[in-house]
């Protein structure tokens, strides 16, 4: 079975320090995105990673995928309170017998403090 | 860029009732939709994933006959939770797939008394 871990599962940093978060999974993957979750609302897609080595940059934010270590990271730059909210890792799969799903880590809950 | 809806937004409703929630893809044609539920706190369940025209798949642990799952053409599935009780109360979530672009709704926030 899949396993996605995240962590930190909790973080609380300043405005303007630098911070990353990581994602481990425990299988083959070709496919890992990054998605933004705020209290109440459904998710917002922040990147999709492809390739091994593939790295993309959106703001404030940078992700990454090695997909020999079976790790992404997200990492924050400069963080600001905006960047406030609770951000999921979510690994695609594909079986013959079940097709192709989404397994999610358990959420990394961001807070930026002034 | 391609939208997803889900209806309603929010309900709430007595135990031992019914709720259907409508997911649908707006200017696409989605060949799977999937279902999911997030209690506070926590991270996406997958429940169940439907292919257009065929019977849904259902995760383990996920009754067939409590979560009804229609996906009737390839812009439109349904989620009916039937005899609903206060556990089932939580925020529920569809995803939209066609080829390798996925999106998903905005959520059902469901509250049962």
């Known amino acids: 079975e899949l396993k996605v871990e995240q962590n930190p599962l909790f973080l609380s940093m300043q405005e303007g320090k630098n911070y990353t978060i990581y994602c481990n999974y425990s299988t083959t993957s070709d496919r890992l995105y990054w998605y933004r979750q705020d209290p109440g609302k459904s998710l917002e897609s922040l990147f999709v990673l492809l390739s091994n080595g593939a790295v993309k940059q959106e703001g404030r934010l940078m992700a990454s995928l090695d997909t020999k270590a079976r790790l992404s990271t997200l990492h924050i730059t400069a963080a600001v309170h905006d960047l406030s909210a609770t951000y999921f890792c979510?690994?695609?799969?594909?079986?013959?017998?079940?097709?192709?799903?989404?397994?999610f880590g358990e959420g990394t809950q961001l807070t930026v403090n002034p | 860029g391609a939208v997803v809806s889900q209806h309603p937004s929010r309900v709430i409703c007595k135990s031992g009732t019914s709720v259907k929630i409508e997911c649908r893809s707006l200017d696409f044609q989605a060949t799977t939709m999937f279902w999911y539920r997030q209690f506070p706190k926590q991270s996406l369940m997958l429940m169940a994933t439907s292919n257009e025209g065929s019977k849904a798949t259902y995760e383990q642990g996920v009754e067939k006959d409590k979560f009804l799952i229609n996906h009737a053409s390839l812009t439109l599935s349904t989620l009916t939770v039937t005899s609903a009780h206060p556990e089932d109360s939580s925020f529920y979530i569809c995803?939209?797939?066609?080829?390798?672009?996925?999106?998903f709704g905005p959520g059902t926030r469901l509250t049962v008394t």
């Open positions: 979510a690994v695609d799969t594909y079986k013959e017998t079940s097709g192709s799903r989404l397994t």
């Open positions: 995803r939209a797939k066609t080829g390798n672009k996925q999106y």
